[in-house]
């Protein structure tokens, strides 16, 4: 747009987090959790879970040509796939080609972080990022964490019928300053079913 000589390096699949784990899957799931507990109360049928995830891989599809290579290359930037290294000042390399750049942009995103959890190798866990492969409902769900993605995700499984426990090391949303009488576990309980537990 402002006519620098644009070359996107991605080496998995343009989207990233959003498209692909996290804001697109995540507000289908919200919207869908929340048809399913009003079409509950009107049937008294339970949700198919399937349909759910249908429901989001439809999303998924419908957005993702917005993000695709094509897209990008109609707005004027090159992409190539492939892992970069950087080599030196203005020299980096991807996958045994040199690149030469006056100034590179890195966003390159984060994975979960469970570190610091006793026993995490040992047990059979998912994350915000593995949650939307394939299965099924689950039963019980606990989730360690109690900011906005842990409370989206419990909001929605317990909407959908699990039956969800959040842990949380210090309190809910600890970053956000809400006064107790609005945010409490009294107060979002009874809306979602869901319960937390903290530390003594
Ligand atoms: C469940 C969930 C819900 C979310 N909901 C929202 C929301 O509602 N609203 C919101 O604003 N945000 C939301 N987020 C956060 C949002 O998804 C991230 O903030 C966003 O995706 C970050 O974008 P990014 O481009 O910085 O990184 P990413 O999306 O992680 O993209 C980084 C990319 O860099 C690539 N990469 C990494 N290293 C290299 C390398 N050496 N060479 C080449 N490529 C490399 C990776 O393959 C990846 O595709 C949510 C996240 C989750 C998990």
Redesign the pocket.
């Known amino acids: 747009m402002f006519g620098a000589r644009t070359l996107l390096?991605?080496?998995?699949?343009?989207?990233?987090?959003?498209l692909w784990?996290?804001?697109v899957?995540?507000?289908t799931l919200l919207s869908a959790a929340e048809h399913a507990t009003t079409a509950r109360a009107l049937t008294g049928q339970p949700p198919e879970f399937a349909a759910v995830r249908q429901r989001i891989f439809a999303a998924i599809n419908t957005i993702e040509p917005v993000d695709s290579p094509a897209a990008l290359k109609d707005a004027g930037v090159e992409v190539l796939k492939?892992?970069?290294?950087f080599r030196a000042p203005g020299v980096a390399e991807v996958d045994g080609r040199t690149i030469r750049f006056r100034q590179a942009l890195i966003?390159?995103?984060?994975t979960?972080v469970a570190t610091g959890i006793p026993g995490l190798d040992a047990a059979s866990v998912v994350t915000?990022?593995t949650i939307w492969e394939p299965g099924s409902l689950p039963v019980r769900l606990a989730i360690v964490g109690g900011g906005p993605?842990a409370c989206?995700?419990g909001q929605a499984f317990a909407r959908l019928g699990s039956q969800v426990t959040m842990i949380v090391r210090s309190r809910i949303l600890p970053k956000k300053t809400l006064t107790p009488p609005t945010w409490s576990g009294r107060a979002w309980k009874p809306t979602v079913s869901a319960s937390w537990r903290t530390p003594p």
């Open positions: 390096v991605e080496r998995a699949r343009t989207g990233g987090d959003c784990t996290g804001c899957p995540s507000k492939g892992t970069l290294t966003a390159t995103g984060r979960p915000s990022d993605i989206e995700l």
